[in-house]
Nanobody, 123 residues
Framework: RLVESGGGLVQPGGSLRLSCALS????????IAWFRQAPGKEREGISC???????VYSDSVKGRFTISRDNDKSTVFLQVNSLSPEDTAMYYC???????????????????WGQGAQVTVSS
């Protein structure tokens, strides 16, 4: 089970830290990804953390968002900085257990999904 937290309303230029906590299973084997979906738009994969710690970012968030993981807390974090209204969306985390040494994929399929956390950027 995945649970996101940390969403909210923030002014343009502001920051948030989203969390995705996994319960059940050995977190160290999981690849975790963040997706977002804005109203009327397709879901977009924005970042992922491989089981071995390697990370991937989409071009739309590279340099502004940072993904990290704490295996002891079974949690992945997404630090989102320099937010603009275009970042307004529901943010979801997703998990899968890929073969060992596989680089995570923000376009890939994931088996488990959280309920989402709303991020709204507005003045």
């Amino acid at each position: 089970r995945l649970v996101e937290s940390g969403g909210g309303l923030v002014q343009p230029g502001g920051s948030l830290r989203l969390s995705c906590a996994l319960s059940g299973g050995n977190f160290r084997y999981y690849a975790i990804a963040w997706f977002r979906q804005a109203p009327g738009k397709e879901r977009e994969g924005i970042s992922c953390s491989s089981a071995d710690g390697r990370v991937v970012y989409s071009d739309s968030v590279k340099g502004r968002f940072t993904i990290s993981r704490d295996n002891d807390k079974s949690t992945v974090f997404l630090q989102v900085n320099s937010l603009s209204p275009e970042d307004t969306a529901m943010y979801y985390c997703a998990a899968s257990i890929p073969p060992a040494f596989t680089l995570c994929n923000i376009d890939g399929e994931y088996d488990w999904w959280g309920q989402g956390a709303q991020v709204t950027v507005s003045s």
